[in-house]
Every structure is written in structure tokens, then in C-alpha cells.
């Protein structure tokens, strides 16, 4: 069996879907249950699927804040230290939760920060996704701001406001908020050639986030936020647009997207010199991508995703891994 945090395989530990390492790293302790006994139904926050201009997982995914107490992992309406997302019921998202746990550990295994994540059961057998809150410091809250928040779009009620900017206006913003830091801006860039390979189409503005993990006068953000919110949408919504956002500011496309009709090297190279990242920069990205092939398809192979869907899963992405190579 393999764990149902890191998926490497498991011999010997307390809990049979788990490694005691993982289990500490996730709770702090080996000593808390992590079999969940309540349901999905348990859950108040309202997720109904809607039809906008661009359908979101996000929209239909229900959020629980959990906390431990007494060994158990409890609903709580305060002081969340955790978020568990169980996968939707009749929205057409199958194994969402799942989904989303290997999409992360890709994420992870490439080089992106993220904060403890796993799979949980519940009493029904179903899995649910789990991941601990990172705007909590050991003895403080971190401030923490999304793209719509630093770039002050105001919501609007079909949720199209995440979706009202550019991948080159955000970079652009990042680096005026950061006072130049192009190290953020490259972290930014990694996270959306890696989105882009995982086929994550819902890259949004309130899924890009920074921090201030040292409050100064200036209030200068220090960097990204762990990372959140990636799984491969394309398994579900076969026809969506590739990224989130534009590319690029003003509608604008390359012309080698304009001569092919879909998104290569070219184009990354072309918005990293709108946001200060030159093209070896980008190239050591994609390098350090693509020399993690075989470790990228084992944990494919050793997630909970059905055979069917890691089928599915490994061939959407080996396609853009060889439009990287090109």
C-alpha cells in the first residue's frame, strides 16, 4: 500500500495508509486519528455547480475547516488549522480529491513550496483531500493577499473577476510589490510552466498569492505563497481554455502561437522578457522539469486516481512535456 501523503509504499507503521513520518509532519503527531468520522454531510458551505462564461472546479468543491482536538480531526467554525476538500458529489469531477493530491505532489516533487497535504477517508470510504493553513505562524497570522486583492478587482456575482487579468500584468504587479525581486517573479514563472504541465486550467488570480512574512513600514511583500488549488481540470473540462488568464497584456499573442495555434517555449520566452525573466532562465526551469520524467510518471502510477484516469492523466501531461522539449 502506499501512503496516502507521499505515496512511497509502506511497511511497517500504526496506521496502514500511512507513514508514522508523515502522519507526525502532518499533525505534529503520530498520535491523532487520521480516519475522519463525520461526512461530507456535515459540511454547510453551500457548492452548487453553476454554468458561467468559464466553469471552475473551484465553484463545486466544498471547503471544510477542520482543527484536532483531543487526537481527532473536527469540524470547527474557528481557529481552522486545516482545509479538507472531499470531492464533489454528481458534478462530473470523479476522484477531484485525489486529483488534486497527485497534482500537488507533482508541484512539490518539482521544486514548488507547499505546506503538509494528504488524502483522508470518511466513514462513506470516499478519500478527501486535506491540506494544512499556511497564514498561521507559530505565534501569529501571516499576511497574506491574492491578485484580486493586490490588484483591486472587485468580485462580481458570475465569478468572472478572477479571470479579468493577464499572466504578463501579474508578473508586471509582482515585481512593482516586491520592490523589484525578480526571484519572486521566477518562482512565478515555475509555478505557471508547471500548472501549464499538469493541465491545470484554473490558475486564477485568487490562486496567485503573496506574503509578508517580515511586516516593514514600506509593507514590501516577501514572496509567493505555498502553493494551493493545483489539479489537472483538463480531465474534466476537455474543451477549456489552456491557462486561466492571457498570457500576455492586451489580447496579444506570439507569432509562432498565432502561426500554430497552441502555446510553446516561444511563448514563455516571450512573456518572461515582459517580466524580467530572460530565456536561459526559462530554460532551466523547463530542464529541471524535464529531467524528473520517470519520477513524474511514478507518482502517477502510485496515486489513487482510478487506472482509466491515470491513463488519462499521464497522457494529457507527456503531451505538453513534449511541447517543452520542442
Known sequence: MNCQICLRS??????????????????GSVKVNPYLDFSPATMSVEALAKVTKRMSISGVQQKLSVRV???????????????????????????????????????????????????????????????KRFDKGASNRIHCED????????????????YESSYEEVGRKMLECTGGNKAVVYEF?????????????????????????????EMLFDG?????????????????????????????????????????????????????????SIDEIISAIRIKEDEIRDLIDASYLSFSLKETYSSLLFKRMDILKS
Open 224 to 280: 509567493m505563497t505555498p502553493n494551493y488549488d493545483s489539479l489537472n481540470t483538463r480531465l474534466y473540462m476537455k474543451h477549456e481554455d489552456v491557462f486561466a488568464l492571457d498570457l500576455l497584456a492586451n489580447k496579444e499573442f506570439t507569432a509562432e502561437y498565432e502561426k500554430l495555434g497552441f502555446y510553446t517555449n516561444a511563448d514563455f520566452y516571450e512573456l518572461g522578457k515582459r517580466i524580467g525573466i530572460n530565456r536561459n
Open 10 to 27: 509502506i511497511k511497517k507503521s500504526k496506521y496502514p495508509e500511512y507513514h508514522d513520518a508523515c502522519l507526525r509532519d502532518f499533525f
Open 147 to 162: 491578485f484580486c486583492q493586490i490588484m483591486n478587482i472587485n468580485k462580481t456575482p458570475d465569478g468572472s473577476f478572477k
Open 189 to 217: 514563472m515555475k509555478r505557471l510552466i508547471i500548472n501549464f504541465l499538469i493541465q491545470n486550467g484554473d490558475y486564477h488570480l485568487k490562486n496567485i498569492s503573496l506574503q509578508v512574512l517580515n511586516p516593514a513600514p
Open 69 to 131: 482536538e483531543d487526537k481527532k480531526v473536527l469540524p470547527t467554525d474557528r481557529n481552522g488549522e486545516f482545509i479538507l476538500k472531499p470531492t464533489p458529489s454528481d458534478t462530473g469531477f470523479e476522484m477531484s480529491s485525489e486529483n488534486e493530491h497527485l497534482s500537488m505532489l507533482i508541484c512539490k516533487h518539482m521544486g514548488v513550496e507547499s505546506v503538509p497535504f494528504g488524502l483522508f477517508r470518511l466513514p462513506n470510504g470516499t478519500k478527501a483531500y486535506m491540506i
